[in-house]
């Protein structure tokens, strides 16, 4: 029962109806009794009586008592009221209701006489009945007093007669109109809600298509924040499975040359000690490929879940790049790079954890090596900011094209993928795990390059307020 928003709708309507309905029935109310409409019918009768009996009261003149008792007493049932005919003394002579022996008001003869138009006056007889009253002359030496009823609950009477009937009927009407409307209203704001509860559905298949904005402001609002999240969710979805889909080639291509050696060894196609030793040399290089492979997938699952841990501590950027420097040497040597090291002036150390930025500085430096040819330099220097130190590390190799620089950081992207294998063949994750490093420490990686002339990477370390030291 009132579940559905149409039904829910209805009822506030109905209740809403119900209210003005009272509101309008107790105006009405008011409106009957202080128009004091009693009063105004009270007149009209003591009017119609006035018109009717005054003439023959005038007539009889001076009848004595018992004739004009007589007469009102016949003519008692045609009489709607009271008639009662006094001596300007105060002494009553006839009265139509005598039998019933109801009191009189008290009168002053000299003023009392009610003028034509003017309204009647209202008293209490003895048994506390409520009457309204005129007086008028009949001659010199006598009044009457025409009174009638004072009706209790004539105004219930009237609005029962008057208003009830057009105030159920307006009712009646206004509940059918609030039932179409509030059909009409809950369509117009539940066909959209329908709409994204069954798109929502759809979610976890990743067929949730795009709603419509329609319906009021709060229900747009919903579709809007719906359609973002299934975007969100389908791009999740994708990127997760793009993701398996890189990490089994990437696991393929090792365990395919494993087995393949393996097998040449154990059948025997290899013989050779030179082709043994190179089979060896295939096969550990591919095994440490997949090791490093699956350590770079542990670090992003746990950097990801949150619970990679960082050991913060003060860092002197400037011994993090002599370190850096002393590991690539021999690398950059047989490369045939120059590695340069410029420290820059560092007033401030940087709070993080050293080991963590060394993979960073690492990864960068080594993907510089890399991508240098021959004859290539490599630099790496700092630089203090106001509130950050930057690291850069410039190299004079390939560089990169402006479309793979947008791409660089993704999670498996490699501007070349068809690059010959070996030992130091990347799988793409590098940048990325780099980029989670720096961005951990409140920091930021950015790249400038063109293709040709080299590559520039900076790396952006936020300098805690109160750190200070020397360099
Ligand atoms: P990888 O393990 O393949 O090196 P990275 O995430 O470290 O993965 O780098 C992604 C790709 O970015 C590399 O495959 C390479 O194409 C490109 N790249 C990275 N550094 C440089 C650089 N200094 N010069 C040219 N290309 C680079």
Redo the contacts with the bound molecule.
């Keep these: 029962m009132f579940r559905s928003l149409s039904s829910r709708l209805w009822l506030s309507y109905a209740l809403l109806i119900g209210m003005i309905l009272c509101v309008v029935g107790a105006a009405i109310v008011l409106v009957v009794i202080r128009g004091n409409i009693p009063l105004q019918q009270a007149a009209l009768s003591l009017q119609k009586l006035r018109l009717n009996a005054l003439p023959k009261i005038r007539a009889a003149g001076d009848l004595s008592p018992e004739i004009l008792q007589g007469m009102l007493t016949r003519s008692a049932d045609q009489i709607e009221g009271r008639i009662v005919v006094l001596s300007r003394s105060g002494e009553i002579l006839a009265d139509s209701m005598a039998d019933r022996g109801f009191s009189l008001p008290e009168i002053d003869f000299e003023t009392g006489l009610t003028k034509v138009g003017e309204l009647p006056q209202s008293y209490r007889d003895n048994e506390g009945r409520s009457w309204y009253y005129i007086i008028d002359s009949v001659n010199e030496e006598r009044l009457v007093f025409f009174a009638v009823y004072r009706p209790r609950l004539q105004f219930m009477t009237i609005f029962r007669d008057e208003f009830l009937r057009p105030l159920i009927l307006a009712g009646l009407m206004a509940l059918f109109v609030s039932f179409v409307l509030s059909l009409v209203m809950s369509r117009w704001v539940s066909a959209p809600l329908h709409r994204i509860s069954q798109e929502a559905q759809q979610v976890v298949a990743g067929e949730a298509h795009p709603i419509p904005l329609q319906g009021p402001q709060e229900v747009r609002h919903l579709a809007r924040a719906f359609n973002k999240m299934a975007t969100q969710v389908r791009q999740s979805q994708q990127s997760q499975r793009d993701f398996v889909a890189n990490v089994s080639h990437e696991l393929k291509t090792p365990l395919t040359s494993i087995q393949g050696f393996a097998q040449a060894i154990l059948d025997g196609t290899v013989e050779s000690p030179e082709g043994l030793a190179n089979a060896a040399g295939v096969i550990d290089s591919e095994a440490a490929r997949m090791h490093r492979l699956v350590l770079d997938l542990l670090t992003l699952a746990r950097m990801d879940a949150g619970t990679a841990a960082f050991i913060m501590a003060p860092v002197d950027i400037n011994d993090l790049l002599w370190t850096v420097g002393q590991k690539f040497s021999p690398l950059a040597e047989t490369a045939g790079v120059e590695l340069e090291i410029i420290p820059g002036e560092l007033s401030r150390k940087i709070e993080g954890d050293a080991d963590r930025l060394m993979q960073v500085l690492s ?2 430096v ?3 090596i ?3 040819p021959k004859g290539g330099i490599v630099t790496l220097s700092s630089e203090e900011g106001a509130d950050q130190i930057l690291i850069h590390i410039k ?1 004079t ?4 094209d402006a479309a ?1 620089q947008q791409r ?2 993704e999670r498996f ?4 993928k068809a ?1 010959p294998g070996g030992a130091g ?8 795990i ?1 980029r989670q490093i720096v961005q951990a420490h409140g920091g930021d990686i950015s790249l400038e ?1 063109r293709p040709g002339e ?2 520039h ?1 900076v790396v952006k370390l936020p300098v805690p307020h109160s750190s200070s030291g020397e360099s």
């Excluded at 190799?397 to 990169?400: E, L, S």
């Excluded at 992207?413 to 070349?416: E, F, G, P, T, W």
């Excluded at 063949?425 to 990325?432: E, T």
């Design positions: 990864n960068l080594d993907n510089a890399k991508f240098t190299d190799g390939t560089g990169i793979d660089i950081f992207y490699q501007v070349d690059r063949r990347g799988v793409g994750l590098g940048l990325a780099s390059s080299g590559s990477f």
